[in-house]
C-alpha cells in the first residue's frame, strides 16, 4: 500500500470507452460491476490494480430481450434482477434458482450477470490478508512457489465459484465480448482456461456484453449447490444437470476444478459410468470447508437425486429443485 | 485524491476521497454519521448497510467515487421530527434490540425488503421471505426471532393508517409493577436510531490511530526489531515494542503470564510484536509493514497431546511450571468412589469426544481510545470488566489505581470476548502516555479473531454408570483443554469443566481430572457457559445412551435423577430454587414428545438435554473483602433518581435492570430514573459482567439502594406528620397512607426530603454469603443460586448427504424471575441460536497454527435462513436471594441445546455425535459403519 495514493476510479459511458481507457493506462487495471467480489479482493491484497474502471454507468448492458431463437441478457443485470424475471423463470426456471442462490440478498442488489461469470477463483489458502498469506508462505497464485492446499503442487486448482456459469453452460449459452481487438460471440465455457492462477482467456481488456441463451423446447434442468450455511457461502460444489429433448444429457459442475466441469452424455448412458466420467474430470483438492472425499461423494448423491427429480417431471414444469440446499 | 458530491440524508456534502476508499468510511469518518457500523470489512455481515439511491448496499464494499451525485440514507434519516419511523418502533417495540450494534444495517435492510414482502400469502409465508431476506445481516445477540417479528408486524402495517403510536416516548406510563413488565431496554430508541456511541464511534480529537505488526511464527525467538525505515515515514509519531512494556498482566491474579507485546519471543501467529502511533491508519499499516523483525523458530506446540507430552529439548512456550511439558493446570475434584460406583453399577457407558475451539463472534470488534490529562490515563474501550481492566492498566502503566479511569460506552455484544484486559488496551495507554495525543485503534475482523479468548478446544471421556431402574450411580470425566498462549481465565474453565457436572442430577459418586494445556495458538478464555458447555455435551450424551441403554424414555431419567430444591450437591453446592422439573415438562409438552418420540420417519428426530449454570460466582476474582456489587443513587431537587453502577450493560440489558428494580422499590416511574455504568471514576465498583452475576449481584445491589433510599425517604415523612412508617405506600409515583390522610406526590415527597438539607445519595451492595466446603478448590462454581432448564430440538437429517437441518428448538429456563420477560426472552434465544452455531457449523480451523477461517465468511455464523423456530418459554420459580426472585438468563441456556441437538440426530440417524461442530461426513460414514455392521438405531 502507498501512502499517497496514485489510484483512480473512472466510469465511462460506453464500453468503448471502457476498453480504451484500458488499453491506455500504464499501470495494472481491473473493470468493476457490482464490485462486490473485486473490493473485497482489493480488502485483502490479492487485488493490486490502481485503476478501477467501473462499468455500471454503461448504459444498453441491463436489457432483457428476447428473440425467437435467443434470450439475450446483458452482463450489467444484477442477481436479484434474474432471481425475480418472469421471462427467465418461464424458460429457464434453473437460472433464478441458481441466481439466488449466490451470496446474499443485499449482495445480489449490486452484484452483476457478468461480474459473476467473472468473479476469481477461490481457495482457502488465496482468500486471505496480505499478512496471512505471508504467515502461511505464500502460495501459487500469491507468487509462491508450490499450491499449499495439495502440500506442494506445482498447478493451481483453486475453486471456480460461478454458479451461474455453471447453468449457463449448461443451457449451451454464448458471450458476446468486446476487446481492443474485435467483438466476438464465443461458448461460454470456452473462456475458461483450467489454470487457477490465470483462470480466464479472455484477453485482458475484454468485457462481457451480454449473454445469449438458446431458446430450445423440452429442455429439463435440475440444480444443486453444497454448503454450510443457507446464505452467504459461495459453493463448495454446484451441479447443473440439463437433459433434452433429444435425449442428450449436459452435466456441468462448479466449485469442482478451476474451471467449470463439462461432461456431454445421453440418456441411454450407464448412469454409473457417466457419474464415472464426471467425478474422473473434477480436480477436487482439500481448499474447502468441506474435504476433498466429501465434495467428491456428492457429486454423486446430487447427481442421481437431479435424475430423479427430472425423470419424474415434464418438460418446460421445471420449477427447479426444491431440495433443501444445506 | 477525487472531488465527489454527496446527497446523505437530504445534506449535500463535497467530499475530497482517495479513488478505491470505501463508502462506509466517509460516512463514518468523513460525513461524522457513526450510525452505520463496520463489523467485517468484507460485505459478509451486513452492519454497514446503507440505501444507495434507495437500493440497499453494503457500504463497507463501495467504492465511494461511485456515489458520485448519487443520494444516500443512513440509518440516521429515519427518524422524523423527533419521532421514530414505524419500522424502528417495531424494533423497540418487539426486543429486537440487544447490543445494538447490528441494528442500524439490518433495519435499512429491512425497510428496503418491508415493501416487497408478500402480506397476501399468510404469516409463515412472509416470515420465510423475511428469513431470506435479511439473512445478509449477521446478528449474535437475538437468534433473529424478535427482529423477524420486528419486521413481519411492520409489513403487515404498512398500509394500515394506526391512530396512535403503540410506544410512547420513554414509557412514561407507569405499569402497575416495574417487574414482570416486558420493556424495550431504556437506550433501545438511542440505538435504533444509530445515536448510541460504540467505542469506534467516539471521535476524540488529534487523536493518533494504531496499529499493529503480528508474528507469523507460532513459536520463535525475537532476535532483532528493526524500526529506522517505519520511523522515518512522514506521520509516524512513535513506534513501541514489547521491551517498553514489560509488565505482566492476565485478568486471574494467578495467571499474570501476558505482556502487551511480545517480550524476546512469540507465542503465537498474530501476537504483536511491535505497534505504530501515525496521523492516519493508512500510514501506521504501512509503518508496520516497513518494520523488519529478526526471529529464530522454535518447535511449536499445536495440539493438546503435543503440549501433555515431555516437551524434550524444545523450549516450552512458557518458563512457568516445575515439569517439562507445556501443561499449565491440573485440576480435580473426586467425591464418594467412582471405581466402586463403576463396579456396582448395573449399565455402564464410557465415550469420548472432540469440541473445535470457537470465537464469541461479537459483531463489535475491539476498539478502544487512550489519553493521558492532568487526572491520569483516560480510556474508553469496549469491555466488559473496566474493574479488573482498571486495576491492570495501573499495573502495567505503573500507576496509582487513582490515576485510571476506564469508561465502557454502548457495546456491541461480548459474550465473554469482551471480559479480560487486552493488549491493545495496555499499548493504546502506553503509546498515548509516549505521544502526549489521544490514541485509538479499533481491530480488524481478522484481528478480532486472533485475539480470540473464545472457547477453549477440548477433549474428554468421560464414563457413567446407571441402575437398571434409571438412577445415576457414577460420573467420571477425564478432561484436556486446549488454552493457547496465555492463560486468560483458564484456571476457571479447568475447574468449570469438571465442577459444573455435579447437577442438576442427584450424583453421589462423582469425579473429574482437568488438563489445561498451552499450544502456540491464540488464547482461550471464557465464552458463554465458561467452561461448561462441552464437558455439559458429554454427559447429556452418556445420559442419552444410558437411557437408551435401559430403554427408558431420556426425559423421564432426567426427571426422576433431578435435584431437588434446597438440596446440596455432592460438592456442596447450595440449591435453593430449581425449576428443572417445570422446564423439562414445559418443552415435553410443547415439542408432544410423548406423542412423536420413537414414532419418527427415518432422518427425522427429537432429541432433550438439561443444564444448570451458576448466578454469578461467590468468590471474586481477585481476593479483596470488597462487596461483589455496589450501587449508589442520588435523588436531587428535579426529583430523578441517577443510579450509578459499575456492572456493564454489554447489550444483555443490565441498565434497564437496575431502573426496574429502582423503579419497583420507589414505586416510581422509569422516565425518572437515569442510570449511569460502568465509568470506574463516576461508578461505584462492581466486579463487570461475567459469570452471569449483574442480575443477581447488582440487582441485589441496586434494591438494597433503593430500599435504602426508601428508608430516608418514609423517615423525612414520618418526621414531618408523626405518623407510623409502617403505613406509607410507595406506588404509581405517590407516597400515602391506605387512609390516603397522607397522599404525597413524588415530588412533593422530594421536597420534603430535601428541605434544609439538599440532594440525598445513598448506597447498596451485594455481598455474597459464606458458602461450600473447606476443601481444596470447593470454590470453584460456588454461587448463591443456580439456574435450570432444559431443550427439545428437532431435526431433519439428509440421509444421503448427512446434512443436518434443525428445524425446531423448544427451550425452558428457570431464571427465577422474569424481571423483564423481554429482555429475559432475548437472552434465551440468543442462548439457543448460539448454541446451534457450534452445534452444526461454527469452528475455529488451523494450519500450522495459522487460523483459516478469520473472518465472517468462512466462520460460520447461523444466518436468519439457518436458524429454526424458536419457542422460548420462561420459568419462574423465584429464588429466595435473587432480586424479586431472580436469577441468571444469559449464559446457562446455551448448555443444553447443543447436546439435545445431538441426541436428535441419534434418534433421527442412529448416529451418535462425539465430534463438534456435527461433521455431515461422519454422519455418512457412521451409518456406514452400521449397516456394514448390522448395529441397531432404533
Given at each position: 500500500?502507498?501512502?499517497?495514493?496514485?489510484?483512480?476510479?473512472?466510469?465511462?459511458?460506453?464500453?468503448?470507452?471502457?476498453?480504451?481507457?484500458?488499453?491506455?493506462?500504464?499501470g495494472?487495471?481491473?473493470?468493476?460491476?457490482?464490485?462486490?467480489?473485486?473490493?473485497?479482493?482489493?480488502?485483502?491484497?490479492?487485488?493490486?490494480?490502481d485503476?478501477?474502471?467501473?462499468?455500471?454507468?454503461?448504459q444498453?448492458?441491463k436489457?432483457?430481450?428476447?428473440?425467437?431463437?435467443?434470450i439475450?441478457?446483458?452482463?450489467?443485470?444484477?442477481?436479484?434482477?434474474?432471481?425475480?424475471?418472469?421471462?427467465l423463470?418461464?424458460?429457464?426456471?434453473m437460472?433464478?434458482?441458481?441466481?439466488?442462490?449466490?451470496a446474499?440478498?443485499?449482495?445480489?442488489?449490486?452484484a452483476?450477470?457478468?461480474?459473476?461469470?467473472?468473479?476469481?477463483?477461490?481457495?482457502?489458502?488465496?482468500?486471505?490478508?496480505?499478512?496471512?498469506?505471508?504467515?502461511?508462505?505464500?502460495?501459487?497464485k500469491?507468487?509462491?512457489?508450490?499450491?499449499?492446499?495439495?502440500?506442494g503442487?506445482?498447478?493451481?486448482?483453486?475453486?471456480?465459484v460461478?454458479?451461474?456459469?455453471?447453468?449457463?453452460?449448461s443451457?449451451?449459452?454464448?458471450?458476446?465480448?468486446i476487446?481492443?481487438?474485435e467483438?466476438?460471440?464465443?461458448?461460454?465455457?470456452?473462456?475458461?482456461?483450467?489454470?487457477?492462477?490465470?483462470?480466464?482467456?479472455?484477453?485482458k481488456?475484454?468485457?462481457i456484453?451480454s449473454?445469449?441463451?438458446?431458446?430450445?423446447?423440452?429442455?429439463?434442468?435440475?440444480?444443486?449447490?453444497?454448503?454450510?450455511?443457507?446464505t452467504?457461502?459461495?459453493t463448495?460444489?454446484?451441479?447443473?444437470?440439463?437433459?433434452?429433448?433429444?435425449?442428450?444429457?449436459?452435466?456441468?459442475?462448479g466449485?469442482?476444478?478451476?474451471?467449470?466441469?463439462?461432461?456431454?452424455?445421453?440418456?441411454?448412458?450407464?448412469l454409473?459410468?457417466l457419474?464415472?466420467?464426471?467425478?474422473?474430470?473434477?480436480?477436487?483438492?482439500?481448499?474447502?470447508?468441506?474435504?476433498r472425499?466429501?465434495?467428491?461423494?456428492?457429486?454423486?448423491?446430487?447427481?442421481?437425486?437431479?435424475?430423479?427429480?427430472?425423470?419424474?417431471k415434464?418438460?418446460?414444469?421445471?420449477?427447479?429443485?426444491?431440495?433443501?440446499?444445506k | 485524491?477525487?472531488?465527489?458530491n454527496?446527497?446523505?440524508?437530504n445534506?449535500?456534502?463535497?467530499?475530497?476521497?482517495?479513488?478505491?476508499e470505501?463508502?462506509?468510511?466517509?460516512?463514518?469518518?468523513?460525513?461524522g454519521?457513526?450510525?452505520?457500523?463496520?463489523?467485517?470489512?468484507?460485505g459478509?455481515?451486513?452492519?454497514?448497510?446503507?440505501?444507495?439511491?434507495?437500493?440497499?448496499?453494503?457500504?463497507?464494499?463501495?467504492?465511494?467515487?461511485?456515489?458520485d451525485?448519487?443520494?444516500?440514507?443512513t440509518?440516521?434519516?429515519?427518524?422524523?421530527?423527533?419521532?421514530l419511523?414505524?419500522?424502528?418502533?417495531?424494533f423497540?417495540?418487539?426486543?429486537?434490540?440487544?447490543?445494538?450494534?447490528c441494528?442500524?444495517?439490518m433495519?435499512?435492510?429491512?425497510?428496503?425488503?418491508?415493501?416487497n414482502?408478500?402480506?397476501?400469502?399468510?404469516?409463515?409465508s412472509m416470515?420465510?421471505?423475511?428469513?431470506?431476506?435479511?439473512?445478509?445481516?449477521?446478528?449474535?445477540?437475538?437468534?433473529?426471532?424478535?427482529?423477524?417479528?420486528?419486521?413481519a408486524?411492520?409489513?403487515?402495517e404498512?398500509?394500515?393508517?394506526?391512530?396512535?403510536?403503540?410506544?410512547?416516548e420513554?414509557?412514561?406510563?407507569?405499569?402497575?409493577?416495574?417487574v414482570?413488565?416486558?420493556?424495550?431496554?431504556?437506550?433501545?430508541?438511542?440505538?435504533v436510531?444509530?445515536?448510541?456511541?460504540?467505542a469506534?464511534?467516539?471521535?476524540?480529537?488529534?487523536a493518533?490511530?494504531?496499529k499493529?505488526?503480528?508474528?507469523i511464527?507460532?513459536?520463535?525467538?525475537?532476535?532483532?526489531?528493526?524500526v529506522?525505515?517505519?520511523?522515518?515515514?512522514?506521520?509516524?509519531?512513535?513506534?513501541?515494542t514489547?521491551?517498553?512494556?514489560?509488565?505482566?498482566?492476565?485478568?486471574?491474579?494467578?495467571?499474570?503470564?501476558?505482556?502487551?507485546?511480545?517480550?524476546?519471543k512469540?507465542?503465537?501467529?498474530?501476537?504483536i510484536?511491535?505497534?505504530?502511533a501515525?496521523?492516519?491508519?493508512e500510514?501506521?499499516?504501512?509503518?508496520?509493514?516497513?518494520?523488519?523483525?529478526?526471529?529464530?523458530?522454535?518447535?511449536?506446540f499445536?495440539?493438546?497431546?503435543e503440549?501433555?507430552?515431555?516437551?524434550?529439548?524444545?523450549?516450552?512456550?512458557?518458563?512457568?511450571?516445575?515439569?517439562?511439558?507445556?501443561i499449565?493446570?491440573?485440576?480435580?475434584?473426586?467425591?464418594g468412589?467412582?471405581?466402586?460406583?463403576?463396579?456396582?453399577?448395573?449399565?455402564?457407558?464410557?465415550?469420548?469426544?472432540?469440541?473445535?475451539?470457537?470465537?464469541?463472534?461479537?459483531?463489535?470488534?475491539?476498539?478502544?481510545?487512550?489519553?493521558?490529562?492532568?487526572?491520569?490515563?483516560?480510556?474508553?474501550?469496549?469491555?466488559q470488566?473496566?474493574?479488573?481492566?482498571h486495576?491492570?492498566?495501573a499495573?502495567?502503566?505503573e500507576?496509582?489505581?487513582?490515576?485510571?479511569?476506564?469508561?465502557?460506552?454502548?457495546?456491541?455484544?461480548?459474550?465473554?470476548g469482551?471480559?479480560d484486559?487486552?493488549a491493545?488496551?495496555?499499548?493504546?495507554?502506553?503509546?498515548?502516555?509516549?505521544?502526549g495525543?489521544?490514541?485509538?485503534?479499533?481491530?480488524?475482523?481478522?484481528?478480532?479473531f486472533?485475539?480470540?479468548?473464545?472457547?477453549?478446544?477440548?477433549k474428554?471421556?468421560?464414563?457413567?454408570?446407571?441402575?437398571?431402574?434409571?438412577?445415576?450411580?457414577?460420573?467420571?470425566?477425564?478432561?484436556?483443554?486446549?488454552?493457547?498462549?496465555?492463560?486468560?481465565?483458564?484456571?476457571?474453565?479447568?475447574?468449570?469443566?469438571?465442577v459444573?457436572?455435579?447437577?442438576?442430577?442427584k450424583?453421589?459418586?462423582?469425579?473429574?481430572?482437568t488438563y489445561?494445556?498451552y499450544t502456540?495458538?491464540?488464547?482461550?478464555?471464557?465464552?458463554?457457559?465458561?467452561?461448561?458447555?462441552n464437558?455439559?455435551?458429554?454427559?447429556?450424551?452418556l445420559?442419552?445412551?444410558?437411557?437408551?441403554?435401559?430403554?427408558?424414555?431420556?426425559?423421564?431419567?432426567?426427571?426422576?435423577?433431578f435435584?431437588?430444591?434446597?438440596?446440596?450437591?455432592?460438592?456442596?453446592?447450595?440449591?435453593?430454587s430449581?425449576?428443572?422439573?417445570?422446564?423439562?415438562?414445559?418443552?415435553?409438552?410443547?415439542?408432544?414428545?410423548?406423542?412423536?418420540?420413537?414414532?419418527?420417519?427415518?432422518?427425522?428426530?427429537?432429541?432433550?438435554?438439561?443444564?444448570?449454570?451458576?448466578?454469578?460466582?461467590?468468590?471474586?476474582?481477585?481476593?479483596?473483602?470488597?462487596?461483589q456489587?455496589?450501587?449508589?443513587?442520588k435523588?436531587?431537587?428535579?426529583?430523578?433518581?441517577?443510579?450509578?453502577?459499575?456492572?456493564?450493560?454489554?447489550?444483555?440489558?443490565?441498565?434497564?435492570?437496575?431502573?426496574i428494580?429502582?423503579?419497583?422499590v420507589?414505586?416510581?416511574?422509569?422516565d425518572?430514573?437515569?442510570v449511569?455504568?460502568?465509568?470506574?471514576?463516576?461508578?461505584p465498583v462492581?466486579?463487570?459482567?461475567?459469570?452471569?452475576?449483574?442480575?443477581?449481584?447488582?440487582?441485589?445491589?441496586?434494591?438494597?439502594?433503593?430500599?435504602?433510599?426508601k428508608?430516608?425517604?418514609?423517615?423525612?415523612?414520618?418526621?414531618?406528620?408523626?405518623?407510623?412508617?409502617?403505613?406509607l405506600?410507595?406506588?404509581?409515583?405517590?407516597?400515602?397512607?391506605?387512609?390516603?390522610?397522607?397522599d404525597?406526590?413524588?415530588?412533593?415527597?422530594?421536597?420534603?426530603?430535601m428541605?434544609?438539607?439538599?440532594a440525598v445519595?445513598?448506597s447498596?451492595?451485594y455481598?455474597?454469603?459464606k458458602?461450600?466446603?473447606?476443601?481444596?478448590?470447593?470454590?470453584?462454581?460456588?454461587?448463591?443460586s443456580?439456574?435450570?432448564?432444559?431443550?427439545?430440538?428437532?431435526v431433519?437429517?439428509?440421509?444421503?448427504?448427512?446434512?443436518?437441518?434443525?428445524?425446531?428448538?423448544?427451550?425452558?429456563?428457570?431464571?427465577?424471575?422474569?424481571?423483564?420477560p423481554?429482555?429475559?426472552?432475548?437472552?434465551?434465544?440468543?442462548?439457543?441460536?448460539?448454541?446451534?452455531?457450534?452445534?452444526?457449523?461454527?469452528?475455529?480451523?488451523y494450519y500450522?497454527?495459522?487460523?483459516?477461517n478469520?473472518?465472517f465468511?468462512?466462520?460460520?455464523?447461523?444466518?436468519?435462513?439457518?436458524?429454526?423456530?424458536?419457542h422460548?418459554?420462561i420459568?419462574?420459580?423465584?429464588?429466595?436471594?435473587?432480586?424479586?426472585?431472580?436469577?441468571?438468563a444469559?449464559?446457562?441456556?446455551?448448555?443444553?441445546?447443543?447436546?439435545a441437538i445431538?441426541?436428535?440426530?441419534?434418534?433421527?440417524?442412529?448416529?451418535r455425535?462425539?465430534?463438534?461442530?456435527?461433521?455431515?461426513?461422519?454422519?455418512?460414514?457412521?451409518?456406514?459403519?452400521q449397516?456394514?455392521?448390522?448395529?441397531?438405531?432404533?
Amino acid at each position: 500500500m502507498t501512502v499517497i495514493s496514485e489510484n483512480k476510479y473512472i466510469s465511462p459511458n460506453s464500453v468503448e470507452q471502457a476498453v480504451s481507457a484500458a488499453v491506455e493506462h500504464k499501470g495494472s487495471y481491473r473493470y468493476i460491476a457490482g464490485g462486490t467480489d473485486v473490493m473485497v479482493n482489493k480488502f485483502q491484497g490479492n487485488d493490486t490494480a490502481d485503476l478501477l474502471i467501473d462499468l455500471t454507468g454503461i448504459q444498453g448492458l441491463k436489457e432483457i430481450l428476447k428473440t425467437d431463437t435467443h434470450i439475450i441478457i446483458g452482463a450489467l443485470t444484477t442477481l436479484e434482477e434474474l432471481q425475480n424475471q418472469q421471462l427467465l423463470a418461464t424458460h429457464f426456471p434453473m437460472l433464478p434458482e441458481a441466481a439466488k442462490s449466490v451470496a446474499s440478498p443485499t449482495i445480489r442488489k449490486s452484484a452483476t450477470l457478468g461480474g459473476n461469470l467473472l468473479c476469481e477463483n477461490r481457495c482457502i489458502f488465496y482468500n486471505q490478508s496480505e499478512w496471512w498469506r505471508e504467515a502461511a508462505g505464500r502460495c501459487l497464485k500469491c507468487n509462491g512457489d508450490i499450491c499449499l492446499a495439495s502440500g506442494g503442487n506445482k498447478y493451481c486448482y483453486s475453486k471456480f465459484v460461478s454458479d451461474i456459469a455453471v447453468v449457463l453452460i449448461s443451457l449451451n449459452a454464448e458471450i458476446e465480448i468486446i476487446n481492443e481487438h474485435e467483438t466476438s460471440v464465443i461458448p461460454l465455457e470456452t473462456i475458461y482456461s483450467g489454470d487457477g492462477i490465470n483462470p480466464v482467456l479472455l484477453p485482458k481488456t475484454s468485457i462481457i456484453k451480454s449473454i445469449y441463451i438458446p431458446l430450445i423446447d423440452g429442455n429439463r434442468s435440475a440444480f444443486k449447490k453444497l454448503r454450510k450455511r443457507e446464505t452467504l457461502d459461495f459453493t463448495s460444489l454446484t451441479t447443473s444437470l440439463t437433459i433434452k429433448n433429444s435425449g442428450s444429457v449436459r452435466i456441468v459442475l462448479g466449485g469442482a476444478h478451476a474451471k467449470p466441469v463439462i461432461v456431454d452424455g445421453s440418456v441411454e448412458d450407464d448412469l454409473e459410468v457417466l457419474f464415472s466420467q464426471v467425478v474422473s474430470n473434477t480436480r477436487i483438492i482439500e481448499n474447502d470447508t468441506y474435504s476433498r472425499s466429501y465434495r467428491k461423494d456428492m457429486i454423486r448423491v446430487f447427481l442421481k437425486r437431479s435424475f430423479v427429480e427430472l425423470n419424474s417431471k415434464s418438460p418446460y414444469s421445471i420449477t427447479g429443485s426444491n431440495e433443501p440446499q444445506k | 485524491m477525487q472531488q465527489i458530491n454527496l446527497k446523505i440524508n437530504n445534506k449535500q456534502y463535497h467530499f475530497l476521497v482517495s479513488a478505491h476508499e470505501m463508502l462506509s468510511h466517509v460516512i463514518r469518518e468523513k460525513a461524522g454519521l457513526t450510525g452505520t457500523k463496520i463489523g467485517c470489512e468484507q460485505g459478509s455481515c451486513g452492519a454497514c448497510t446503507v440505501l444507495l439511491n434507495n437500493v440497499a448496499v453494503l457500504s463497507c464494499i463501495t467504492p465511494a467515487v461511485r456515489c458520485d451525485n448519487a443520494e444516500i440514507t443512513t440509518i440516521e434519516a429515519l427518524a422524523k421530527d423527533g419521532k421514530l419511523h414505524k419500522l424502528q418502533e417495531k424494533f423497540v417495540e418487539k426486543g429486537a434490540i440487544q447490543c445494538g450494534f447490528c441494528t442500524p444495517g439490518m433495519v435499512m435492510t429491512a425497510l428496503s425488503l418491508a415493501p416487497n414482502l408478500n402480506k397476501e400469502a399468510g404469516i409463515d409465508s412472509m416470515k420465510q421471505e423475511i428469513k431470506e431476506g435479511l439473512s445478509g445481516n449477521l446478528c449474535r445477540c437475538t437468534g433473529y426471532t424478535k427482529v423477524i417479528a420486528a419486521v413481519a408486524e411492520y409489513a403487515l402495517e404498512l398500509n394500515v393508517t394506526r391512530n396512535s403510536d403503540i410506544i410512547s416516548e420513554n414509557n412514561t406510563n407507569c405499569p402497575k409493577s416495574a417487574v414482570g413488565t416486558p420493556r424495550p431496554y431504556i437506550e433501545a430508541q438511542k440505538k435504533v436510531r444509530g445515536a448510541a456511541e460504540y467505542a469506534d464511534d467516539i471521535s476524540t480529537r488529534n487523536a493518533l490511530h494504531c496499529k499493529f505488526l503480528r508474528s507469523i511464527y507460532p513459536h520463535a525467538r525475537i532476535e532483532n526489531i528493526d524500526v529506522s525505515e517505519a520511523l522515518k515515514l512522514p506521520g509516524v509519531h512513535f513506534i513501541s515494542t514489547g521491551i517498553e512494556i514489560p509488565v505482566t498482566f492476565g485478568v486471574l491474579p494467578i495467571s499474570q503470564d501476558e505482556t502487551a507485546m511480545a517480550v524476546n519471543k512469540v507465542r503465537y501467529i498474530g501476537e504483536i510484536v511491535a505497534a505504530v502511533a501515525a496521523d492516519t491508519e493508512e500510514i501506521a499499516v504501512e509503518a508496520c509493514s516497513l518494520i523488519k523483525v529478526k526471529y529464530s523458530v522454535l518447535k511449536e506446540f499445536l495440539t493438546i497431546d503435543e503440549s501433555l507430552d515431555d516437551a524434550g529439548e524444545d523450549e516450552k512456550i512458557h518458563e512457568y511450571g516445575k515439569f517439562n511439558n507445556n501443561i499449565h493446570k491440573k485440576a480435580e475434584l473426586r467425591f464418594g468412589d467412582q471405581q466402586q460406583g463403576l463396579r456396582e453399577a448395573e449399565v455402564t457407558t464410557k465415550m469420548s469426544f472432540e469440541f473445535d475451539g470457537i470465537n464469541h463472534g461479537f459483531t463489535e470488534p475491539h476498539a478502544a481510545t487512550a489519553y493521558w490529562d492532568e487526572n491520569g490515563l483516560t480510556i474508553t474501550t469496549a469491555t466488559q470488566v473496566p474493574h479488573y481492566l482498571h486495576r491492570a492498566l495501573a499495573k502495567v502503566m505503573e500507576v496509582p489505581l487513582s490515576r485510571v479511569r476506564v469508561i465502557k460506552p454502548y457495546l456491541g455484544g461480548g459474550f465473554g470476548g469482551k471480559s479480560d484486559p487486552f493488549a491493545h488496551e495496555m499499548i493504546i495507554a502506553h503509546l498515548a502516555r509516549k505521544t502526549g495525543r489521544p490514541v485509538r485503534v479499533r481491530l480488524s475482523r481478522e484481528e478480532v479473531f486472533l485475539t480470540n479468548h473464545g472457547r477453549h478446544p477440548s477433549k474428554m471421556t468421560v464414563e457413567m454408570g446407571i441402575s437398571k431402574d434409571g438412577f445415576l450411580q457414577v460420573l467420571d470425566a477425564d478432561i484436556a483443554i486446549d488454552g493457547g498462549a496465555y492463560g486468560s481465565f483458564g484456571v476457571v474453565t479447568s475447574y468449570y469443566n469438571g465442577v459444573l457436572l455435579q447437577a442438576p442430577y442427584k450424583l453421589s459418586n462423582f469425579g473429574f481430572r482437568t488438563y489445561r494445556v498451552y499450544t502456540n495458538k491464540p488464547q482461550c478464555g471464557a465464552m458463554r457457559g465458561h467452561g461448561a458447555v462441552n464437558s455439559r455435551f458429554a454427559v447429556e450424551s452418556l445420559i442419552d445412551d444410558l437411557a437408551h441403554k435401559i430403554q427408558m424414555d431420556p426425559c423421564e431419567l432426567r426427571m426422576q435423577n433431578f435435584l431437588d430444591s434446597n438440596s446440596l450437591t455432592v460438592g456442596q453446592y447450595r440449591i435453593t430454587s430449581n425449576g428443572s422439573r417445570e422446564s423439562l415438562q414445559k418443552v415435553m409438552e410443547q415439542s408432544h414428545w410423548k406423542e412423536r418420540i420413537g414414532k419418527m420417519e427415518k432422518g427425522k428426530g427429537l432429541g432433550v438435554a438439561c443444564g444448570f449454570f451458576i448466578s454469578g460466582s461467590a468468590l471474586p476474582i481477585i481476593w479483596n473483602e470488597l462487596p461483589q456489587s455496589v450501587v449508589h443513587l442520588k435523588l436531587d431537587f428535579d426529583g430523578r433518581v441517577l443510579v450509578t453502577s459499575g456492572s456493564s450493560d454489554i447489550g444483555q440489558g443490565s441498565d434497564t435492570m437496575l431502573a426496574i428494580i429502582v423503579s419497583e422499590v420507589l414505586g416510581l416511574s422509569i422516565d425518572n430514573i437515569f442510570v449511569l455504568g460502568a465509568d470506574t471514576l463516576l461508578t461505584p465498583v462492581d466486579f463487570g459482567s461475567y459469570s452471569s452475576r449483574v442480575t443477581f449481584m447488582a440487582g441485589n445491589a441496586a434494591k438494597d439502594a433503593a430500599g435504602n433510599l426508601k428508608k430516608e425517604i418514609i423517615q423525612s415523612i414520618v418526621t414531618k406528620f408523626e405518623i407510623n412508617p409502617d403505613e406509607l405506600n410507595f406506588h404509581d409515583n405517590r407516597i400515602f397512607t391506605n387512609d390516603k390522610t397522607i397522599d404525597l406526590s413524588w415530588m412533593e415527597a422530594v421536597d420534603i426530603l430535601m428541605a434544609k438539607r439538599g440532594a440525598v445519595s445513598v448506597s447498596g451492595k451485594y455481598i455474597s454469603p459464606k458458602l461450600g466446603g473447606d476443601f481444596k478448590g470447593a470454590g470453584a462454581g460456588l454461587s448463591p443460586s443456580y439456574s435450570f432448564g432444559a431443550v427439545i430440538a428437532e431435526v431433519d437429517v439428509d440421509t444421503d448427504t448427512g446434512q443436518v437441518k434443525v428445524t425446531n428448538i423448544w427451550g425452558a429456563h428457570d431464571c427465577g424471575k422474569a424481571l423483564n420477560p423481554l429482555a429475559v426472552q432475548g437472552q434465551l434465544e440468543g442462548s439457543w441460536h448460539m448454541g446451534l452455531g457450534q452445534a452444526i457449523s461454527e469452528q475455529m480451523k488451523y494450519y500450522k497454527g495459522l487460523l483459516f477461517n478469520n473472518n465472517f465468511l468462512e466462520y460460520k455464523i447461523p444466518t436468519s435462513l439457518d436458524t429454526p423456530d424458536i419457542h422460548a418459554n420462561i420459568i419462574e420459580t423465584i429464588d429466595p436471594e435473587g432480586p424479586f426472585g431472580a436469577k441468571e438468563a444469559g449464559e446457562g441456556a446455551i448448555h443444553p441445546v447443543i447436546p439435545a441437538i445431538a441426541n436428535a440426530i441419534y434418534k433421527a440417524v442412529g448416529v451418535r455425535i462425539t465430534k463438534l461442530p456435527v461433521n455431515p461426513e461422519d454422519i455418512l460414514a457412521m451409518m456406514k459403519l452400521q449397516k456394514t455392521s448390522g448395529g441397531n438405531s432404533k
